[in-house]
């Protein structure tokens, strides 16, 4: 069963609005319905496989996609089909980490996959900016929170830390999806010892 939290960093980051002045809860806003254009090119993507798909999303779109329910979500999930969940979780403040993790939290998720651009897994410093930056292979969520790495937001590993829900950071890179869902061990794994 696979469910997909999709951002939208590649046409609009509320953050960025409300950094160059934009009320903040209006620019979130705008994040989240660029997480729907995502969602539904990405469900055309599969659907054109021949996988079928439902896009869920936390803001009323009724005309091209189906609300968050999790009864439903979980029955689609039942009936193999792939859910995206879109548009976060409906609400301003809060980053698509912490969609993640509470709809990975709401589905009773085995696991959050978070694949990366360019990068291996968790590093203790930014390795775009910083080449002496050292691979983490494995660390707690706790310690993930304490050292201030850049992995999720705060709130997410903390519902991820309080829930023993454990996260599978890896590139994003041929291959890697299907290998970390078959056990195989790629790049880095934030637990709760």
Known sequence: EIAIVLGAGNIYRGISGAAEGMDRATADYMGMLAIVLNALQLQDALERLDVQTRVQSALHIAEVAEPYI??????????NRIVIFAAGTGNPF????????????????????????????????????????????????LEAIERGLQVMDTTALSLCMDNRLPIYVFELAEGNISRVAGGERVGTIISTR
């Open 94 to 141: 809060f980053t698509t980490d912490t969609a993640a993790a509470l709809r990975a939290l709401e589905i009773g998720a085995d696991a959050i996959l978070m694949a990366k651009n360019s990068v291996q897994g968790v590093y203790d410093a930014d390795p775009n900016e910083n080449p002496d930056a050292q691979f983490i292979p494995q660390l707690t969520h």
């Open 70 to 79: 999790r009864r439903r979500a979980m029955r689609h999930l039942e009936k």
